[in-house]
């Protein structure tokens, strides 16, 4: 019913900027809160922030809040992540997710969909 594209993924060094967009298709009315998460190899997926539908509500992990920063345009179907400062350990594949419900959850399990992820590489 919804597809998700992450975009924008690529190599950053330490201390600059890079920009996630993720474009939902479909049946996106049904879409509410989105999040991103992220998984570095070998490693178990982690939360990385979400957003409700409005945008008024947003919640981050300890590791990238002041960082970090997820918005929306509901006009374009797409969320961002703006990493300001990425660290080396912010180096992982980052993935889109999204739920029906709205509230903003930090598992995984509880997202109905997901993107195919994008490579993130910060080098010192």
């Known amino acids: 019913q919804v597809q998700l594209v992450e975009s924008g993924g690529g190599l950053v060094q330490a201390g600059g900027s890079l920009r996630l967009s993720c474009a939902a298709s479909?049946?996106?009315?049904?879409?509410?809160?989105m999040g991103w998460f992220r998984q570095a190899p070998g490693k178990v997926g982690e939360f990385v922030g979400g957003i409700s539908r409005s945008g008024g509500s947003t919640s981050y992990a300890d590791s990238v809040k002041g960082r970090f920063t997820i918005s929306r345009d509901n006009a374009k179907n797409t969320v961002y992540l703006q990493m300001n400062s990425p660290r080396l350990g912010d180096t992982a594949v980052y993935y889109c997710a999204a739920r029906y419900g709205t509230l903003v959850y930090g598992l995984a399990g509880d997202y109905d969909y997901w993107g195919q992820g994008t490579q993130v590489t910060v080098s010192s």
């Open positions: 479909g049946r996106t009315f049904s879409i509410n809160s």
